[in-house]
């Protein structure tokens, strides 16, 4: 079957750093999202893996591991307003016919 | 990125009775997919609609409880038929924008907010 997992809920400071794990098995591989849906808000795009290794975009990171079925969102310097759910997807077939495969998403509580 | 339109953003409709979602988009693009959110729950892809061709359907949603239509590379529709309260959830339209190679982004619109009583 198809399964992604990552963690319900996260708790960080504000100006600290957070890494949220997701693992997934899936029939195929072609890519795996992360994107960032705050409450009542469509989901926005954060970044896209399907080489191993490791995708920096300023405050965001995300690493890839194939052969481990793992990946993780990192987050540096914490703002109040990264408070928000992350969902973690896999692309499951080849191209742009591939379903996108979510997990429930990781609910994140920035304080102060 | 993408601009994604969606019409209506929410609505409270009768249990029994039909609506219809329309989802614009600001550039051609070949394929668009609906996802249905219910309250809690991640994302899960309806159908995917191609320009000029049957949307296919994901297992568990049919064609006659969600038709789906594709005019042209920038529109498509969603209509939830027959509604009940379980059909509550939130419905997004999203597009896939490639970019080069395999490497391409999937974004959405902002949804759609159906409540039935």
């Known amino acids: 079957g198809q399964n992604i997992d990552q963690p319900t809920e996260m708790t960080a400071t504000e100006g600290a750093i957070v890494q949220i794990n997701c693992t997934y098995q899936?029939?195929?591989?072609?890519?795996l999202f992360w994107y960032q849906q705050h409450a009542g808000e469509a989901p926005t795009f954060l970044s896209y893996?399907?080489?191993?290794g490791l995708e920096e975009k300023g405050r965001f990171s995300s690493f890839l591991s194939r052969s481990k079925g793992y990946s993780y969102l990192l987050l540096k310097e914490l703002q109040m307003k990264d408070s928000a759910s992350y969902l973690c997807a896999v692309r499951d077939r080849g191209g742009s016919q591939g379903n996108l495969i979510f997990g429930k998403g990781t609910k994140l509580s920035v304080k102060p | 990125s993408a601009v994604i339109s969606q019409k209506p953003s929410r609505d409270i409709c009768q249990r029994g009775t039909s609506l219809t979602i329309q989802c614009q988009v600001d550039s051609q693009v070949t394929m668009m997919f609906w996802y249905r959110q219910q309250p809690g729950q991640s994302l899960t892809l309806i159908a995917t609609a191609n320009q000029g061709s049957e949307a296919t359907y994901e297992s568990g949603f049919v064609i006659d409880k969600f038709p789906i239509s594709r005019p042209n590379l920038t529109f498509s529709t969603l209509t939830v038929s027959n509604m009940s309260p379980e059909d509550s959830s939130i419905y997004l339209c999203?597009?896939?924008?490639?970019?080069?190679?395999?490497?391409?982004?999937?974004?959405f619109g902002p949804g759609t907010r159906l409540t039935v009583l």
């Open positions: 999203s597009v896939v924008r490639e970019l080069w190679g395999t490497y391409n982004e999937q974004f």
């Open positions: 899936t029939s195929g591989f072609n890519g």
């Open positions: 893996n399907v080489l191993d």
